[in-house]
């Protein structure tokens, strides 16, 4: 278990070592682990560090600065929501194929994922965000945490865990930096412009 702001984390999967200094939670992905269920095929992986909290009741907003050292394609830093391994969702600071670090996002639901790039980003690191409101989701992102962009709204079944994942699919591992985490009860006010 750590703290980071005013809540606390359990790792349901841990990461190769991580530490937390200065309310900022590094952690190191183990070689070649992710999660995702291929909507092509049956290729399943569901081992990528994974650590959650219970959410506030009611409207709440998960955000985070996500560092990412990449060395390979689709190393990553994510927020997540997790019901169980059928059902979930992550919002990533992903590099793609090509070298590009880009925001990705997948949802899962009856065990198949539903994967979507979104904007490439100038440099390894970003501001993302999950909001849940009226008993559905939306994923933002950031370059500065003041101006966001939406990257998707979505439902997800039944009640969730919500935390932060670490991943290494085809690579050697790759540390991340998570800092200013907040977990808060809170509105997101403006859906398309993100406050």
Not at 41 to 64: F, I, M, N
Not at 170 to 194: M, P, T
């Amino acid at each position: 278990m750590f703290t980071l702001g005013p809540s606390s984390f359990d790792w349901d999967v841990s990461p190769a070592k991580w530490e937390v200094a200065d309310e900022a939670l590094t952690a190191v992905a183990a070689a070649r682990t992710d999660i995702f269920r291929s909507p092509i095929g049956s290729h399943v992986k569901e081992d990528a560090a994974r650590a959650l909290t219970e959410p506030p009741s009611g409207d709440w907003q998960l955000r985070a600065r996500v560092r990412v050292d990449f060395h390979a394609d689709w190393d990553a830093g994510a927020l997540l929501l997790w019901r169980d391994d059928r059902t979930w969702a992550k919002l990533n600071l992903e590099l793609a194929p090509g070298g590009t670090p880009s925001i990705f996002s997948v949802v899962t639901r009856d065990g198949r994922s539903d994967d979507a790039v979104g904007a490439a980003v100038g440099g390894s690191s970003a501001w993302l965000r999950i909001s849940s409101l009226d008993g559905g989701y939306a994923f933002h992102s950031s370059h500065d945490g003041v101006t966001w962009r939406l990257q998707r709204q979505f439902t997800l079944d039944g009640p969730v865990r919500v935390g932060l994942e670490v991943q290494s699919p085809v690579g050697d591992g790759c540390e991340v930096v998570f800092d200013q985490v907040r977990l808060e009860a809170s509105r997101l006010a403006h859906l398309f412009d993100g406050r």
